[in-house]
């Protein structure tokens, strides 16, 4: 299989491969709901994403196979000045590529379609129980420099 990953934006039919990234670590796993073909809620999330301008989702391609994705989402705010941040969601590299490069080639992809998109700021949140991850961040240039809080409405 051919080692290099490529980029592109993510169609209906990667839906399936993304959502097992997603579910593809002990996390992941709780909060995804598995099968052979993708419930419809995440069809319907998809094609929310796609028509929205604002939304991304990106996928990385090895030898034909979805082996990666991240989410970007642009937003417009009144704080910094009238920044436009963009947010990653949803970072996953396939577990056996983990440690290749491959995450790191995935982040920077997303940082230039931001940047190429009016972005100023690049913002993520992850996990606390991920701390492998956060350090890949940092070393990427990251910094704790908020603390995230949420309140589930479900």
């Known amino acids: 299989m051919d080692a290099t ?30 099968g052979a ?33 991240v989410q970007v989402t642009l937003s417009a705010s009144l704080t910094r000045s009238g920044a436009t941040r963009a947010t990653l969601e949803g970072v996953r590299v396939r577990g056996d590529l983990r440690g290749s490069g491959a995450g790191e ?11 190429e998109r009016g972005a100023s700021i690049v913002q993520l949140t992850s996990d606390k129980r991920r701390p492998d991850a956060i350090r890949f961040y940092e070393r990427l240039g990251f910094e704790a420099s908020h603390e995230g809080l949420k309140l589930s409405l479900t």
Do not use: H, S
């Not at 080639?105 to 940047?115: G, K």
């Open 105 to 115: 080639a995935l982040v920077r992809e997303a940082i230039a379609l931001a940047r």
């Open 37 to 69: 073909e993708p419930a419809a809620v995440y069809v319907a999330a998809f094609d929310a994403i796609d028509a929205d301008m604002n939304n991304t989702l990106l996928v990385g391609e090895r030898g034909g196979e979805v082996v990666a994705c």
């Open 5 to 34: 990953i490529t980029f592109r934006e993510a169609r209906r039919d990667d839906v399936g491969a993304v959502v097992a990234l997603l579910a593809d670590d002990a996390l992941g796993a709780t909060r995804e709901i598995g």
